[in-house]
């Protein structure tokens, strides 16, 4: 529901009513205006959540890989080490 000047206006006077001028102007401003049109919905934060998993699987992925072909190296990297002192 958008809201208004004339709605938060209002609002703010049932506030000062209820709790005084300080809390009224201290609650508006934290609440503030914004634009409703800004705000997630639940299918905005499926989308999301469907694009950071399937980024976490790319990354994992690209993860695995390194580290396996980083131990292959060190794997070959001590056995031509072993072999040097070895011969």
Known sequence: MPV??????????TLEQ???QTAAVVIMSVVGAFDPDLL????DLVLVKTELTAAEARM????????????????????????ALAG
């Not at 208004?4 to 006077?13: G, H, I, M």
């Not at 994992?60 to 072999?83: C, P």
């Open 40 to 43: 997630a919905t639940k299918a």
């Open 18 to 20: 209820k709790l005084g």
């Open 60 to 83: 994992s992925s690209r993860l695995y890989r390194a580290l396996f072909f980083q131990t292959i190296a060190i794997l070959a990297a001590n056995v031509a080490l072993i072999e």
């Open 4 to 13: 208004d000047e004339k709605t938060r206006n209002e609002v703010f006077r």
